[in-house]
């Protein structure tokens, strides 16, 4: 009897547990759906998202739900988390270089070569980006957008100035002491994140082969090009260029105050700028940063390509690769860069903000090299201690041989590892 | 009634004459009719601890002797971690820097709380003077953060009230300097913490009883002699507990740091909590990241243990 007892309470309290802990399995159904769960760590971004879902949910009967994170550290362990459950993401924004490596040796992404063999077939994507989304000869993914990092400036402070966007890296300079005399900060500077945008743009505008042979460890962060880069930048810092690098004040609302003319940034800041009620050429410009040496024969244009991807093994792979095929093609593009007010990679997508559009036929029909944000082209580790190294740098500019030889101890390391 | 008679041995009234090894092996052999079915409801509680808090220590302390990225298996790489671990100097960093925390959090939050405690206790509008400290406690960590990063960043509200007086230190650079920014941050953390510091001291005032401090009043004892003869020694065993509380909480500082610096510039304000979180999920490099926070656990769980074993060791023979 007792024993009977037993067996009916633990049988019991088992039952509870189990339904504490489990889950519907229809969650989990395969099958025909008409909208796709997509994750991102793009939070904000989700009036821009459900915009383009409206227009998808016409073209090919299918939807977008965006689930949004803000915090990446969180949104990158979640998706790492998620290979480990039985709802693999069927459609999720990651990163190119050594993140999307690690998801492909893994066998976890979704191939995508057949789409991007008909995206460059028909124009609807440049050549150029197919190799950022390249591993082992395959393409894993679809680019979400294409920024290309540019010059943003306030046109107001420009104007009272007498100033017109430059066409050398002399003239930028001289610009940037006329604003200086004047009172005005010329440039935006941080040291959390984005401490690396000056390094970008300084050694992609002198020297491109050694910004590629570094993010491959075929350079070292020691040698006299980058040192001489350092040196560049140390002086830029000693004029007194830059803002205070600990603001805690969002570069827009910077720009916006006239507390910095000017701020180097991916094309995606348009949105930023229209967040804190700017206006395109009334209130702020773009133009394309000169090359610091004048005699690189192309134009280096720094380009950050974040990708989408869908888990090998989606539970909707059928309709998620079907999305990622639509979303090459000109309305899905012209939908997207409409929407968040910025620059298409498809260069047949209708951009109707006319500054954009023809910085658009600019990059795509200009002599331009185009090259992986640095954020994107240096592998983790890497970027981590440059990360480090370059926000200590701006906060206290001294002899960079420290900073370089710190981020060149985490780059060997990383590369013997590599094998 | 036979069933009750069977049973006589369990309930037989302590203090009794028998002989307690006897009692004991009986106590042993006879089981209460409604020990499984009891044994069987505690289940899910246990279950629930054994899978919430001991399967991720067991695993976590698993992980930190692999190489892991959160993807695909761990591979075993023995104590390589743990090497790699104490060979970095900016682990050695962010072990001095949440020394620091620790020697600040136990200074600065304990001693003003104890001192507000005092001055305001058994005072008119005592209540009302202490409750201002309360009110930062009711703003959440990241909060705290954000407000005094706005207050101490370079040119921000403290520069700009500095400069209007004509003060100097206008242009100090709070957050930029290390080991500066973290007295700084030792300093807001304790902004928020030091009210209920305060408030739990009071509740120890409450409690001392009024007999031997009228006894020692009638000695002749006041001010510092009465407070540091008799009060200060009856409020040991609170302040065990917010001494004891506060050593864990520095311990594990995270929240404020990463909202104002990051644990930089240059990971010059890192604290162990931050060099685990930034190796886990900045670097995902799971395994050295398990390690940091084995090691966490371990200086947590001993200084814990050692502190109060001490106090209470002490209290014994006092």
Redesign the interface.
């Known amino acids: 009897m ?2 009977r ?2 067996v009916a ?2 049988a019991a ?2 039952a ?2 189990l339904a504490a802990c489990g889950g519907s399995s229809d969650d989990t159904a395969g099958g025909s759906v008409d909208s796709l769960k997509f994750y991102n760590d793009k939070a904000a971004w989700k009036p821009q998202f459900e915009e383009v879902s409206k227009v998808s949910q016409d073209e090919i009967g299918l939807a977008l739900e965006p689930v949004g994170y803000s915090e990446a ?2 949104y ?2 979640f998706i ?2 998620s ?1 480990r459950t039985k709802e693999k993401p069927d459609l999720f924004t990651w990163h190119t270089g050594k993140e999307l490596e ?2 492909v040796r ?1 066998g ?1 992404v979704a191939e995508t070569t057949s789409l991007w063999d008909k995206a460059i077939a028909d124009g609807d994507v440049p050549e150029d980006l197919r190799e950022y989304f390249t591993v082992d000869g395959k393409q894993y993914c679809v680019p979400l957008q294409a920024g290309y990092w540019v010059m943003f400036y306030n046109k107001r402070i420009f104007d009272q100035e007498g100033i017109t966007p430059p066409s050398t890296w002399a003239q930028l300079e001289a610009i940037a002491e006329r604003l200086k005399g004047a009172g005005v900060t010329p440039f935006h500077q941080t ?2 994140l984005f401490t690396f945008s000056w390094f970008q743009t300084l050694l992609t505008g002198s020297d491109p082969e050694l910004y590629e042979a570094l993010s491959t460890g075929e350079a070292k962060y020691t040698d006299p090009g980058v040192v001489s880069v350092m040196d560049k930048w140390r002086a830029m810092l000693d004029k007194g260029y830059f803002s ?5 004040t969002d570069p827009q609302v910077m720009l916006k105050n006239g507390d910095v003319a000017m701020i180097n940034m991916g094309t995606w800041f348009n949105g930023n700028l229209k967040s804190v009620g700017m206006e395109i050429d009334k209130d702020y410009g773009m133009f394309v940063i000169p090359n610091v040496d004048p005699s690189l024969a192309t134009r280096p244009m720094v380009v950050e390509a974040g990708p989408v991807c869908t888990a090998a093994d989606a539970t909707h792979r059928e309709e998620a690769e079907r999305y990622s095929a639509w979303w090459f093609t000109p309305p899905a593009q012209t939908a997207w860069a409409n929407a968040r007010g910025e620059l298409s990679f498809n260069p047949r997508a209708e951009v109707s903000d006319e500054t954009l559009a023809s910085l658009s036929d600019e990059i795509n029909k200009g002599d331009y090299r185009l090259m992986n944000r640095y954020f994107e082209a240096a592998p ?2 890497v970027l ?1 201690a440059a990360l ?2 370059f ?2 740098f701006v ?2 500019p001294g002899d960079p041989m420290p ?1 370089l030889k710190e981020v060149q101890a985490a780059a060997d390391a990383y590369w013997a590892e590599q094998g | 009634m036979s069933g009750s008679l069977g049973t006589a041995t369990t309930v037989r009234p302590p203090g009794s004459d028998s002989d307690l090894g006897e009692r004991s092996a009986a106590q042993q052999r006879t089981k209460t ?1 409604y020990e ?2 009891a ?3 505690s ?2 509680a246990v ?2 601890v054994a899978l919430l808090l001991y399967l991720p220590f067991v695993w976590t302390t698993y992980i930190s002797f692999t190489d892991y ?4 298996s761990p591979v075993w790489v023995g104590l390589s971690n743990y090497r790699d671990m104490v060979s970095d100097s900016v682990f050695l960093t962010a072990v001095g820097n949440t020394l620091l925390w620790v020697v600040g959090s136990i200074t600065l939050p304990v001693a003003l709380g104890l001192l507000i405690a005092v001055l305001t206790y058994g005072r008119r509008f005592g209540t009302l003077i202490r409750l201002p400290f309360l009110i930062p406690y009711a703003v959440s960590g990241v909060a705290v953060g954000v407000i005094w ?2 207050v101490l ?4 509200a403290l520069g700009q009230v500095l400069e209007f007086l004509n003060l100097p230190g206008a242009s100090t ?1 709070w ?3 290390g080991p500066l920014n973290t007295f700084i941050m030792i300093g807001a953390a304790s902004w928020q913490i030091v009210g209920v510091n305060a408030l739990l001291f009071v509740i120890g005032l409450q409690s001392i009883p009024r007999e031997p401090v009228e006894a020692a009043r009638l000695d002749g004892a006041t001010g510092w002699t009465m407070f540091r003869c008799i009060v200060w020694p009856q409020m040991r065993a609170l302040t065990t507990v917010v001494i004891g509380l506060s050593i864990v909480a520095s311990l594990k500082t995270f929240d404020i740091v990463w909202i104002m610096t ?1 644990g ?5 304000s890192e604290t162990l909590a931050l060099t685990m ?2 190796e ?6 799971y395994g050295q990241g398990a390690a940091i926070a084995v090691f966490l656990s371990v200086v947590t769980f001993a200084a814990s243990i050692i502190y109060l074993r001490r106090q209470l060791s002490g209290r014994a023979t006092s």
């Open positions: 007792k024993m007892h037993s309470a633990v309290a088992s509870m547990l550290n969180q990158a362990a790492r988390s290979f690690d998801l893994q976890l040291n959390v205070d690098p600990g603001s805690k983790v580790p981590t480090d190294g926000g200590a906060t206290k900073v | 009719p499984w079915p044994r069987a409801f289940l899910p279950l629930l990225n959160g993807l695909g990063g706005f960043q370079t040119q921000g650079r957050l930029l300097e990051q930089g510039p240059g990971r010059v979180y930034r886990t999920f900045v670097l995902s490099d």
